[in-house]
């Protein structure tokens, strides 16, 4: 949720080609229904070094359907009295639900590789990709878990209050440390703002510096 303005080292081996019968990427326990994270997003520009302390909440996941969503809560932001609360909802890159390719959201399939390329654990996926977004991987056993998350709507403020959700995040998961890095895309937005979040079991019940429920 930036404001409007006019990792890990990469696997080995690359992930072999799906059969007939793909499968969805593991069902991880650090990507489940009440886990929290907690960093920072770098919303920087060339005016200024600026970056909000981030909380992100899973409220469901559905693997099956690559469906996951929750909120986010950004709680230093300059231009707001309290925490910023957003709602937003995410598809899991599975090549079977969603591919690499976004098809939407004004992003292109080389806004698509950008993106992707800037995660080092894509580097061995990039060939596939390019050829028909990864529909012939699979990414089953893979070590991390790509998404897209799209934030819907403001919780607790109103849409006047500065910031703009209409961008998305392209999202990089670690199945083994529960480590969340994303890029922030929109074009009317500072490009490439970085989300670095870490797994915590603080608050699994809600944040802990302040708690929104969705009615």
């Given at each position: 949720?930036?404001?409007?303005?006019?990792?890990?080292?990469?696997?080995?081996?690359?992930?072999?080609?799906?059969?007939?019968?793909?499968?969805?990427?593991?069902?991880?326990?650090?990507?489940?229904?009440?886990?929290?994270?907690s960093?920072?997003?770098?919303?920087?520009?060339?005016?200024?070094?600026?970056?909000?302390?981030?909380?992100?909440?899973?409220?469901?996941?559905?693997?099956?359907?690559?469906?996951?969503?929750?909120?986010?809560?950004?709680?230093?932001?300059?231009?707001?009295?309290?925490?910023?609360?957003?709602?937003?909802?995410?598809?899991?890159?599975?090549?079977?639900?969603?591919?690499?390719?976004?098809?939407?959201?004004?992003?292109?399939?080389e806004?698509?590789?950008?993106?992707?390329?800037?995660?080092?654990?894509?580097?061995?996926?990039?060939?596939?990709?390019?050829?028909?977004?990864?529909?012939?991987?699979?990414?089953?056993?893979?070590?991390?878990?790509?998404?897209?998350?799209k934030?819907?709507?403001?919780?607790?403020?109103?849409?006047?209050?500065?910031?703009?959700?209409?961008?998305?995040?392209?999202?990089?998961?670690?199945?083994?440390?529960?480590?969340?890095?994303?890029?922030?895309?929109?074009?009317?937005?500072?490009?490439?703002q970085?989300?670095?979040?870490?797994?915590?079991?603080?608050?699994?019940s809600?944040?802990?510096?302040?708690?929104?429920?969705?009615?």
């Open positions: 949720m930036p404001v409007r303005v006019a990792e890990s080292s990469a696997p080995s081996q690359v992930p072999e080609a799906a059969n007939s019968g793909q499968t969805s990427p593991q069902a991880c326990t650090l990507l489940s229904v009440g886990q929290t994270f960093g920072t997003q770098n919303v920087s520009s060339l005016q200024k070094e600026e970056a909000w302390r981030v909380n992100v909440r899973i409220q469901g996941c559905d693997h099956e359907h690559g469906y996951l969503c929750g909120t986010m809560e950004a709680l230093n932001v300059p231009m707001a009295d309290t925490p910023v609360v957003t709602f937003w909802e995410g598809e899991i890159v599975d090549t079977k639900n969603y591919t690499f390719f976004t098809d939407k959201w004004e992003a292109t399939s806004d698509d590789i950008r993106h992707w390329t800037k995660f080092p654990s894509f580097s061995p996926l990039l060939n596939l990709v390019e050829v028909d977004g990864g529909k012939s991987l699979d990414l089953s056993n893979y070590p991390y878990i790509f998404m897209r998350w934030e819907q709507y403001f919780v607790n403020v109103g849409t006047d209050c500065g910031l703009t959700i209409a961008g998305f995040y392209y999202v990089c998961f670690s199945c083994s440390d529960g480590s969340i890095n994303g890029f922030y895309y929109d074009p009317n937005s500072s490009p490439f970085k989300l670095e979040l870490k797994s915590t079991n603080e608050g699994r809600g944040f802990s510096s302040s708690s929104y429920e969705l009615q």
